[in-house]
Nanobody, 123 residues
Framework: VQLQASGGGLVQAGGSLRLSCTAS????????MGWFRQAPGKERKFVAT????????YYADAVKGRFTISRDNGKNTVYLQMNSLKPEDTAVYYC?????????????????WGSGTQVTVSS
């Protein structure tokens, strides 16, 4: 499975961005998909995940109520809508695929990773 994330950029605090991640190869519609982020000098952390059908979503407390994960299985794409962005949201954002569809937040559940897209939020 190859994953390509896009949509990052520079935005002012309070602004919005929508990230996209398109998959090729594998069976996208059967995978749970997750978004993670890694700030400079820090470990990669869970942001959000969505089950294969889109029927369940889970969020890190830091983004709950501001970010929304969704997917379009017909387009092999998962999205992350990010609203009310804060400077602490600045990071490289990665999408990842979980073929076992656990919907878990642990990095170890996701064997497939995209290359990441930079999100920078200015104050």
């Amino acid at each position: 499975v190859q994953l390509q994330a896009s949509g990052g950029g520079l935005v002012q605090a309070g602004g919005s961005l929508r990230l996209s991640c398109t998959a090729s190869g594998g069976t996208f519609s059967s995978y749970a998909m997750g978004w993670f982020r890694q700030a400079p000098g820090k470990e990669r952390k869970f942001v959000a995940t969505i089950t294969w059908s889109g029927g369940a979503t889970y969020y890190a407390d830091a983004v709950k109520g501001r970010f929304t994960i969704s997917r379009d299985n017909g387009k092999n794409t998962v999205y992350l809508q990010m609203n009310s962005l804060k400077p602490e949201d600045t990071a490289v954002y990665y999408c990842a695929a979980d073929p076992h569809n656990t919907g878990d937040s642990g990095l170890y559940e996701y064997p497939y990773w995209g290359s990441g897209t930079q999100v920078t939020v200015s104050s």
